[in-house]
């Protein structure tokens, strides 16, 4: 009996010196990593630092930065226009013009194409799309201007006709002419170039006399006259 006693006693005394054994291991443990832990803690720390520190040193400062410098364009100085640059420009403008009167005589019939007038040959009205200009039987008409002979006919209402072609556009045509003309088509003629002389052979102006009928036109449209020799 007392046997089987001693045997449960030491059994159990055993167990108790396991349990404290096992105690003191965790408490050894736990220790230790405990310590590991503040280590690493440690470690880490500086490298955050470091780390918020090279983020700060890396980012440049709104003194540190490099300005730009804008260009600014400066407008070019526009040349003052003088009297020698406009009449350069007018001698080489092809529209513009040096004009004259093809004869010297008063005008007996206006340029009318806005309105009817009165036709005295055929007593009825009509538009007129030139001038009548008075002159001798047999007098020089002259070229208004410098240009280039397009065409002569006889026309059966105006007679003899010259048709010149000048720069810009223009053309001028003269009517009315004997039959005694000057120039052919092709023929290249100057400002007061004879080209014809004055005549009667327009048949629906011949109360008129010896006269020249002139009109111009300028991309093909109707011109007044005036405003032609105005150029000139």
Request: proline share 5%.
């Amino acid at each position: 009996m007392s046997n089987k006693k001693f045997g449960t006693g030491a059994k159990y005394a055993a167990c108790i010196l396991a349990l404290i054994a096992v105690a003191a291991g965790v408490t050894v443990y736990m220790t230790q990593r405990g310590k590991q832990t503040v280590q690493e803690a440690a470690i880490q720390e500086p490298m955050v630092e470091n780390l918020a520190a090279s983020t700060q040193a890396a980012q440049p400062s709104e003194a540190s930065a490099p300005s730009v410098s804008v260009p600014t364009t400066v407008p070019a100085k526009i040349p003052e226009t003088t009297q020698e640059t406009q009449s350069t420009s007018e001698s080489t403008n092809p529209g513009v013009l040096k004009t004259g009167l093809p004869v010297s005589g008063d005008t007996i019939g206006a340029y009318a194409m806005d309105c009817l007038s009165y036709n005295e040959t055929t007593r009825d009205w009509r538009v007129h799309n030139g001038v009548d200009l008075a002159a001798e039987a047999g007098a020089p008409v002259a070229a208004a201007a410098d240009g280039t002979v397009y065409t002569t006919y006889e026309d059966d209402t105006l007679g003899y006709t010259v048709v010149i072609r000048h720069d810009g556009g223009y053309t001028t045509r003269y009517s009315s002419l004997n039959e005694n003309l000057c120039v052919a088509p092709g023929d290249v003629v100057t400002l007061g170039q004879t080209i014809g002389y004055a005549g009667d052979s327009a048949l629906v102006e011949t109360v008129m006399g010896a006269h020249v009928h002139f009109s111009v036109s300028c991309q093909d449209q109707p011109m007044d006259p005036a405003e032609f020799f105005a150029m000139g």
